[in-house]
């Protein structure tokens, strides 16, 4: 059976699970003391100030339905919205790190069905969990709290009715998984795993008129719009497309194709630094600037859309972008270049496990789903690590199957 295909029959012997969450517990505790003296950095999180004025504006509607329908797709803010009502930020980490610790439970179980042995699976949920995202995102206000364990949650659960719901359920809050359940392609997960959002979408035609997910700064036609500007920028200003105003930025599937089928090597070079970053960039950064805050005079500016790392690197190139901010901090080049390369150690070890797995159709919709989210990056308008985070357990579990693979291999060669 696979994890995005049936329900686990051989459920993981309880010590062993108590063995590997105790520690990490005990770590996730230690880091919510951290948050208790530093309160402040639990909005360090991407969005985290937008979306902490959308929740306290909740709170004070009077319009409920008409707030609802005016914010974007609901599950982005409204479910932290009503952890905070109910019992401010803590009582959100607290809810987040829970969730976290069951996904390494999950992912433990996912590895085991697969055919991992206990200690295999336990290695690939202890690596999951000592991710920086995995590690950093229950203590920040970020989407990727709660999405990120119910996608883990889908794939524990299988290609069925239940596994299909929490996967919808992620989608209402994220909805760059709402293509997968056709990969999957079992009636019943595809019918819960769409119920939510289209339940939502009529909610949104009834309020609105329109049948849609809901208009934001951040949906689906805004971040094809900036992307057509940021891979627009390389031309002259004359051949740019034009710019819009506060409220329209916004462009159709259709502008944005026309754009790439004029401009081919335009977009093949954003896609390119797109797979570059979630490949290659681990996501150290939400460590050091976001939680620990190490370079607090750097941070807004290392992160700022326009002129931040990214936008350096598609303006001067890696080499230049790179070279600056060492000049400016060196202490966060080393430890993102030692992320760097222990993380393609990691995507090279996946990559063999999925190479070494390919025959198997339960292991093959694992290292799709890895395609799938690199995939979905491309329509956001630039990647960055956390854009990767809801394939990482996938990743973990292939890292784990390539290094088996391997030892495998050097055993023959010896013998």
């Known amino acids: 059976m696979t994890a995005a295909s049936g329900a686990l029959h051989s459920p993981v012997v309880p010590m062993g699970a108590v063995r590997l969450v105790a520690p990490l517990a005990a770590l996730h505790a230690a880091m919510f003391a951290y948050d208790l003296r530093h309160p402040e950095r639990f909005l360090n999180g991407d969005r985290a100030l937008e979306r902490i004025e959308v929740m306290r504006g909740f709170a004070q509607s009077n319009d409920l339905s008409g707030y609802l329908a005016s914010h974007g797709i609901v599950g982005d803010w409204l479910p932290h919205a009503l952890l905070y009502l109910a019992g401010g930020q803590y009582l959100v980490i607290a809810v ?20 991992l042995d206990e200690r295999a699976a336990s290695a690939a949920a202890c690596l999951y969990a000592l991710l920086p995202h995995t590690l950093v995102f229950p203590h920040e206000l970020s989407s990727e709290g709660l999405f990120v ?47 939510p959002l289209l339940l939502w979408m009529s909610f949104m035609f009834a309020v609105t008129g329109e049948f849609s997910m809901g208009r934001s700064g951040h949906d689906l036609g805004n971040n094809l719009y900036f992307r057509m500007q940021r891979m627009a920028s390389e031309l002259p200003k004359a051949e740019r497309p034009p710019e819009r105003g506060p409220g329209e930025t916004k462009a159709t599937l259709g502008e944005y194709a026309g754009f790439v089928a004029a401009h081919p090597v335009l977009a093949a070079k954003h896609s390119a630094r797109d797979l570059g970053v979630l490949t290659a960039k681990s996501g150290i950064e939400r460590v050091v600037i976001d939680y620990l805050d190490f370079y607090p005079e750097s941070r807004r500016e290392l992160q700022d859309g326009e002129s931040g790392w990214r936008a350096q690197v598609e303006q001067r190139g890696v080499a230049a972008a790179l070279l600056e901010v060492f000049r400016q901090q060196p202490g966060l080049i080393i430890s993102s270049a030692i992320g760097a390369a222990l993380f393609l150690v990691f995507m090279a070890l996946a990559a063999y496990g999925a190479y070494s ?44 199957a390539g290094w088996l693979a391997l030892r495998r291999r050097g055993e023959k060669h010896v013998r």
């Open 96 to 115: 987040q790190v829970v969730l976290a610790l069951l996904s390494v439970v999950w992912v433990l179980q996912i590895a085991r069905r697969l055919g």
């Open 149 to 195: 364990p119910l996608v883990v949650l889908a794939f524990r659960l299988g290609a069925n009715g239940a596994g299909g719901l929490a996967l919808g359920l992620a989608t209402l809050i994220r909805p760059l998984t709402v293509l997968w359940p056709f990969v999957v392609f079992r009636r019943t997960f595809v019918v819960m795993a769409l119920a």
């Open 357 to 400: 797995r390919v025959r198997s159709r339960e292991w093959l919709l694992l290292a799709a789903f890895v395609v799938y989210i690199f995939a979905s990056a491309q329509v956001v308008d630039a990647a960055h690590s956390r854009h990767r985070a809801p394939a990482e357990f996938a990743l973990c579990i292939l890292a784990v």
